[in-house]
């Protein structure tokens, strides 16, 4: 405080202290916004996003962020990441520059753009840390709106901690539900589908989400009038304001640049999120964006001139500057010699963050170069690789792409003479490529002891007591075993709970757990998945359910920008062993009979994706999956509910492996490869051709993710050498993701005699009734032909052609 101001302060010296630091982060966090855009600009990044022009409304957000709270917000939220102490500016520029390293960026390790803010919720062997000791941001995405389902998520997780009974236990997970979950969005991605159907479901289940909207008054180039009614989301959502006798969201309105108004805003809705669990939809008017959206383009060409102009004027540091002159009474010179050290400040960590990416990359710069230059001296390629290596060495900002393919051309000149330096450069390259697999691929599934592929096969057992039953029943009495054996596992979708979901498989669960246990949700798949994402994340083990597969395209973005990628985009730092339980196959109906596997196999790699040909393999691969920490997608049989089988004794414990086809019958003449409920049909085509005198080998995959990690099918063509592959998929889809895995990875194309075939659905989706299925889907009589054809190639005598 200055000694020189005549009128006294009304704030006290601890007051004044804090004041005088929240100015200091904000003008850092802006001079870092300044420097990130004149470094993408010089070449040494990429790309830069910043959180310029909402530093004040973020620092008085973090006053409120306790430990145990979780984070899911956006890319702008820079100041708030450096004033929770879960970012430092050099791990900012490190994420700027692409650093793969985990101790340089531990959000991502490199791998996303600048932005992007996580925290690390596991420890070094895929355990979760205590997350009530740690403030929590779960890892952040690009698309607008991404992070609300996740948000969801989140905050139902403190409702389920603090009314279950049976989760008091797990205190390294939640003190009791008092967590908030914080989410931030810009304005114009409140038009987002995700963001209303987060908005409602939050208000429907009153949870503490508190969801901050960063409002600058654009989306991108496009302004307010074009995004939301009435040009405000809390005037367009004031029909959720809660009333004395209903129940909704708390709405609460300041600007952007009101320092003391943001924070005793946010004190007034921690107290409503955190001690009420009623939701709070805080809308942050008066924001400014001054460098723009981002390093690709230039705000001036959309924004007038008036508006430019205002912008300067309501820049929150600016007015934030002029109140602590003004009203806190600090001299201008000592507001000016705060600037100048936080500017200082923010410098200096660029520059060491440049100067430890730089390093780790040159090192394996100047460890080719130095074998280059042994290379000049001992080949007729002199000349050659001498351009060669000036070319690498005269680099401005070295990457690792230019070392790689500098070694790369090298050794196409060292490839014809017995030049001791190649052996040096495809040892380098060898150990390189081991080196970027970590840095830019490692981490799709879990890598700890839980992993899916860790867990043990345990047999199912059967007596003369097993009962013989419906296949709901088997289902009914895994879910059962599940809820009783471990009481994180919940589930919840529509229909799951009153009724049991519409095949039964919950029967009666609800009423013997417990409404929090197996839960009915609206009609809201993107949010069902984004619910069961963010209890997966605060170390629950839910099943959340899409009631058909077809409905699963309502939830696709969901599941493949964030969940999909998430344990890979925080290089093992966060995980959600979330099971996504859909049914598809076979039924009736355009919109009920769903197949679309290549589909799923292209948006989801980082998920496993599982297709049990009945409920009792499904009931195996559920206990699998409730053992593991990956998070999978089981698509039951829709035909396969009434369908009688065999209840294992062992229902509860017994579990089946991964990636490990079974053969359903052994053959010598042709290998058919299928899943679901074509194993039934092609089983009965199989009884018939045996007829005929065609022996089929049939196997089913069981999972398509992962797919046959012994190459066990391989040793199968090797027997048979033709094969089929067959599924109810469009052609293309799916039986062409088998084929490339069966021929050309196992190389099975070494074996065969016959030309390889699909059988495959129409290219339409089902039509309805039973002829519709029957001429839209591969019956029993396709897939006799469709062999029948190949062995008629191979003996023509034998099979006479049939049409």
Known sequence: MSATKEVKTKFSQAKVKEILSDYRLAVESREASLIGRREVFMGKAKFGIFGDGKEVAQIAMAKVFRKGDFRAGYYRDQTFMFAIGELTVQQYFAQLYAHTSLEADPASAGRLMNGHYATRFLDDKGKFVDLTQTKNSSADIS??????????????????????????????????????????IGNASTSEGMFFEAVNAAGVLQVPMLISVWDDDYGISVPQEYHTTKLSISKALSGLQRTPTEKGFEIITVKGWDYIGLIEAYQRAEVICRE?????????????QPQGHSTSGSHERYKSKERLAWEVQHDCIRRMREWIINEVMILPEEVDAIEREAKVSARQAKERAWKAFAGDVRRDQSRVTEILERAIQQSDKSAEILNI?????????????????????????????????????????????????????SHLYSLSDESALRVEKVEAVYSDSSPLVDGREVLQACFDAALTRDPRVLAFGEDVGKIG?????????????????????????????????????????????IQYLDYLIYALPTLSDDLACLYYR????????????????????????????????????????????NMTQAAGFYNTMLRSDDPSVIIECLNGYRLKERLPDNIGEFTLPLGVPEILREGSDV????????????????????????????????????????NSILESVKKTNRIIFADEDVPGGATSFMMQKVLEEQGAYHFVDSKPATITAKEHRPAYASDGDYFSKPNAEDVFEKVYSVMSEVDPVKFPVLY
Not at 170 to 176: G, P, R, T, V, Y
Not at 406 to 433: M, P
Not at 521 to 543: D, M, N, S, Y
Not at 690 to 704: A, P, R, Y
């Open 389 to 441: 290596k000036n070319d690498l060495i005269k680099s401005i900002n070295p990457t690792r792409l230019e070392t790689m393919r500098a070694a790369k051309k090298a050794i196409r000149f060292l490839a014809s003479g017995n030049v001791e330096t190649k052996g040096q450069l495809v040892e380098w390259l060898k150990n390189a490529e081991e080196d970027n697999f970590d840095r830019y691929s």
């Open 671 to 710: 290998t058919i490869v299928t899943y679901g409920s074509m194993c039934r049909i092609v089983m009965e085509a199989a009884d018939d051709l045996e007829g005929f005198g065609i022996s089929c080998e049939v196997i089913d995959v069981q999972t398509l993710l992962p797919f046959d990690i012994h």
């Open 501 to 545: 979901d519409v095949n039964q498989g919950f029967a009666g669960l609800q009423s013997k757990h417990g409404e929090l246990r197996v839960t009915d949700t609206g009609i809201r798949e993107c949010t069902i998945v984004g619910q069961g994402i963010g209890v997966a994340l605060r170390g629950l083990k839910p099943i959340a359910e």
């Open 143 to 184: 698309p607008t709106a991404g992070q609300m389902p996740r948000l969801l998520g989140l905050a139902y997780a403190s409702k389920l901690f603090r009314e279950s009974p049976l989760l008091k236990d797990f205190k390294a997970l939640s003190n009791n539900g008092n967590e908030i979950a914080f989410g931030t």
């Open 570 to 613: 925080t290089k093992g730092g966060q995980k959600a062993p979330l099971i996504i339980r859909t049914r598809g196959h076979r039924l009736e109906g355009v919109w009920h009979a769903g197949s679309q596997v290549g589909m799923l196999l292209s948006a989801l790699r980082g998920i496993y994706i599982i297709s049990p040909r």
């Open 276 to 288: 009420e669990h009623v939701p709070v939809l805080f809308h942050v008017q008066e924001m400014t």
